[in-house]
């Protein structure tokens, strides 16, 4: 079955950097797109970025441009999020996220940024 599993999130102080990562099995990983999601509390789940399946076209939410990056590994099956000047305001639960024949979720990794 598929399987996302998110790593990588902690406590980090604003302007500090995270690298998460999300490991991925149960389906041929270098056919599908994958996303990252989050959802802070009180708010609606939003795409913070996606990757192509190849990784040759990448799209970014306007709020994270310039501070995250997608990126992805096909050998090893893995998507990654690395992220860098970080808000208090980028505070939320981090989801990967791809689309086959259904919707699969990780069970998210919880990103915290405060001082």
């Known amino acids: 079955q598929v399987q996302l599993v998110e790593s990588g999130g902690g406590l980090v102080q604003p302007g500090g950097s995270l690298r998460l990562s999300c490991a991925a099995s149960g389906f041929i990983f270098s056919l599908y797109a994958m996303s990252w999601y989050r959802q802070a509390p009180g708010k609606e789940r939003e795409l913070v970025a996606a990757i192509s399946n190849g990784g040759g076209s990448t799209n970014y939410a306007d709020s994270v441009k310039g501070r995250f990056t997608i990126s992805r590994d096909n050998a090893k099956n893995t998507v990654y999020l690395q992220m860098n000047s970080l808000k208090p305001e980028d505070t939320a639960v981090y989801f990967c996220?791809?689309?086959?024949?259904?919707?699969?979720w990780g069970q998210g990794t919880q990103v915290t940024v405060s001082s």
């Open positions: 996220y791809t689309r086959g024949r259904s919707a699969y």
